[in-house]
């Protein structure tokens, strides 16, 4: 096992770790989080024996083989499948030795070598290896691409995947999804789940930390705190523990005031049965961690936008791709004022293309985009972060943007995402990953948007920055496109989703955990297609007939809920109604006092029915969902 005692770290003269102890045994999987720069990073590398620790002992068995993935890929020129095969090294060595054996031609060395060869699952490593180039996105003609023709990101994957190849004992894991999408991250996450070794696993995505580990490491205050069971169940244990004091408390409550008011605003708007039930469950769970991180250094929002026009922009029969050759066909729709929209589809099918075409980074190859002329874009790209001037402060980025507003209002603003004191005043250049996150987030909300574009704008996000960025995108009041691989942001922040695949673009009408669903069917779809295994066109007659059929039954429940959606809208606006009377002063007047008190009756009268009405409403939708599921 994995032991520290009396641990002591530090890096220069900041101490991470201050004596600190802490167990890892054989086969447990381990999430580790905290802030960014507390010392996770340094754990690893203390781990791999890359730093030495300043006081105390670390053990582990010095059989055990290490695997994690390399930070640097050089530009090498062997074959991306022979990359990936590199990392498991006793294969290599193996093969090494029998390289030897043969050019002295030693017989019995080589047959005891290839024994252990096909002991070691050495004759079929190289499928092995093309199975998680293909889990982590990689097509076959790709596989023999040499190392040195694929950009920064998929080199990334690269070096994930050869990590994945190495036979270990200990997997570290910093960050993996980092450069993944959504597909390649539910993958990963049904890997981990067969991986046999111990797992120590940095993540600031709580739907994969969920899904994967089974204990949290929390680094906080300079000390390892182990928790028992997943990140959700770490959030409730450290909610009650801040609960427990009175200032944290206060807070809390506010901030579950706060997330209550978007719950119900949205309830009374919700009308699509699976994303409005989605949508609901996910805001009563923002409601609940909240208490988790009332001592988040993050709080900021977006301040409401001079205008928004309606549509915002819109499409008519767009294509769109790169040198003449289009990914996106025929595509149209327009944005109208209150859309929140999440994309999904599998890697490479035109999600960032269609952001970068609404951004305006892209130009349509035909068909017909209108702009409004009071659109203002709010477009988010981890390529922006290499944008920002090296040179400058996050002070002077704002300065750039308003030249009219004090030095104090600008620092106050950039408080609110972690720039304080001296952070705000010193240059750009050194900074890492997240912070630059933070920064061109800063300098996107200040220019008050009201159209945002949102391209994966979690990486490098640790996890209290993630949950403000959840809270005040609750709170932005104009048009939202969001493409992530972070669910739980998507979960919480959209209110439709839409689908890229095969060159179009299309509602997704069910819900965000029925996508990885689709996404095995696709996968399937696409096997039997390369396997020459095609669906019959009766099959698919067949199937057609039974989903006529089957929404032929439903049609009765639909029409159930669009009668209990009809009454629910009607009790709401008369509770407005309602709440506007009693609103005048003068209705508590003396001479008033009788028709109060049958406004207050009636209110109570009317409490109660929304709520009947609001159950019926959540019972028939769940009825409707479970049926349309089976």
């Not at 781990?47 to 006081?55: T, V």
């Not at 996450?189 to 696993?201: C, D």
């Not at 719950?263 to 009563?284: D, T």
């Amino acid at each position: 096992m994995l032991t520290f005692k009396d641990l002591s770290l530090r890096r220069g003269s900041r101490l991470l770790l201050d004596k600190s102890n802490l167990t890892v045994h054989p086969g447990q999987r381990v999430g580790m989080i905290g802030a960014n720069g507390v010392g996770k990073s340094s754990l690893f590398a203390l781990i791999r024996q890359k730093i030495q620790l300043d006081e105390g002992e670390m053990g582990l068995p010095k059989e055990w083989v290490i695997a994690s993935v390399a930070q640097e890929t050089p530009a090498l020129t062997t074959a991306a499948l022979e990359y990936v095969m590199d990392g498991d090294l006793e294969l290599r060595r193996t093969q090494v030795a029998i390289a030897k054996a043969e050019a002295v031609d030693d017989g019995s060395k080589l047959a005891h070598l290839h024994g252990h060869l096909e002991a070691i699952g050495g004759y079929e490593a190289p499928v092995r290896a093309a199975r998680l180039l293909h889990g982590l996105g990689f097509n076959n003609a790709q596989e023999q691409l040499a190392v040195d023709t694929f950009s920064g990101g998929w080199r990334m994957r690269l070096n994930l995947a050869q990590a994945l190849m190495c036979r270990s004992d200990l997997l570290l894991l910093d960050e993996p999804t980092n450069h993944l999408d959504l597909d390649a991250v539910l993958w990963l996450e049904e890997w981990l789940l067969s991986y046999q070794g111990t797992l120590l696993l940095i993540s600031h995505d709580r739907d994969f930390l969920d899904r994967v580990v089974n204990h949290i490491v929390h680094l906080e205050q300079a000390q390892l705190v182990l928790y028992r069971g997943n990140y959700s169940a770490f959030e409730r244990l450290r909610a009650e523990k801040l609960a427990q004091q009175q200032a944290s408390f206060e807070r809390q409550q506010r901030e579950r005031a706060h997330m209550q008011s978007f719950v119900e605003r949205f309830r009374a708007k919700a009308s699509k049965a699976k994303q409005a039930q989605s949508r609901l469950k996910a805001l009563g769970r923002l409601e609940e961690i909240s208490a988790a991180h009332v001592d988040s250094p993050f709080h900021f929002q977006f301040r409401p936008a001079q205008n928004i026009p309606h549509p915002l922009l819109s499409l008519d029969r767009v294509s769109v791709g790169y040198a003449d050759k289009p990914i996106l066909n025929q595509v149209s729709f327009s944005l109208l004022p209150g859309a929140r929209i999440g994309l999904l589809g599998p890697n490479g099918a035109g999600k960032s293309t269609l952001i970068k075409l609404l951004a305006g980074e892209l130009e349509g190859l035909s068909g017909d985009l209108q702009r409004a002329k009071t659109l203002r874009i709010g477009y988010f790209a981890q390529h922006q972060l290499e944008q920002l001037n090296g040179n400058d402060t996050p002070l002077e980025h704002l300065q750039a943007l308003d030249r009219t507003a004090s030095e104090s209002e600008l620092r106050d603003y950039l408080g609110g995402f972690g720039f304080v004191g001296d952070q705000a005043i010193q240059v750009v250049a050194p900074f890492s990953g997240g912070e630059k996150a933070r920064l061109v987030l800063a300098l996107l909300v200040y220019q008050r948007p009201n159209l945002l574009l949102l391209d994966e704008p979690t990486n490098h996000l640790d996890m209290e920055m993630r949950h403000a960025l959840s809270l005040a995108l609750q709170g932005f009041e104009g048009v939202m496109i969001v493409v992530s691989h972070d669910r739980h942001l998507l979960r919480s922040v959209c209110d439709e989703l839409w689908l890229v695949a095969e060159g179009k673009l299309n509602p997704f009408a069910d819900a965000l955990e029925e996508y990885p669903k689709w996404l095995a069917e696709q996968r399937k779809r696409q096997t039997e297609l390369q396997s020459g295994q095609k669906v019959g066109a009766d099959d698919r007659k067949i199937r057609r007939q039974q989903q006529a059929e089957k929404r032929k039954q439903l049609q009765p429940l639909r029409n159930k809920l669009k009668k209990a959606e009809q009454v629910l809208d009607k009790l709401q606006d008369e509770n407005s109604a309602l709440e506007t009377l009693l609103a005048d002063p003068a209705v508590y007047e003396a001479s008033a006092k009788a028709e109060l008190k049958t406004r207050l009756a009636e209110q109570a009268s009317l409490s109660q029915a929304l709520e009947q009405a609001e159950e019926l409403w959540l019972g028939i939708s769940e009825e409707l969902e479970l049926l349309e599921a089976g």
